[in-house]
């Protein structure tokens, strides 16, 4: 059974980094592309960036790179999301899913195709 455990969302000062954390069990994690998504109070879901598993390669929402950094380390089977000068806009629920039922490749279409979903690790940036 394929599960994804998010963690290391945090109260943080704007300004400041996070570094979130998804863990994979139940499959391989070079087998799959792994995106991660946000939703902030009120609004709706979005597609932050999404790596692949046969490549490693990455994709970023347009305007997105720069301040977050999507990275993997397969031994750990885990995806990392690292978030860079915060903002109150970063305040989110965020989430990472599988792409496309379990495709490796994130491809132009990963933001409209997560398909197993983890439950979320909350970021709170406030002063």
């Known amino acids: 059974q394929v599960q994804l455990v998010e963690s290391g969302g945090a109260l943080v000062q704007p300004g400041g980094s996070l570094r979130l954390s998804c863990t994979l069990s139940?499959?391989?994690?070079?087998?799959?592309?792994i995106g991660w998504f946000r939703q902030a109070p009120g609004k709706e879901r979005e597609g932050i960036s999404c790596?692949?598993?046969?490549?490693?390669?990455?994709n970023y929402r347009m305007g997105g790179q720069g301040r977050f950094f999507i990275s993997r380390d397969n031994a750990k089977n885990t995806v990392y999301l690292d978030l860079n000068n915060l903002n109150s806009e970063d305040t989110a629920d965020y989430y990472c899913?599988?792409?496309?039922?379990?495709?490796?490749?994130?491809?132009?279409?990963?933001?409209?195709?997560?398909?197993?979903w983890g439950r979320g690790t909350q970021v709170t940036v406030s002063s």
């Open positions: 899913a599988t792409i496309r039922g379990g495709s490796s490749w994130c491809g132009s279409s990963w933001m409209s195709e997560p398909f197993t």
């Open positions: 139940g499959f391989r994690l070079d087998t799959y592309a």
């Open positions: 790596i692949s598993g046969d490549s490693g390669s990455t």
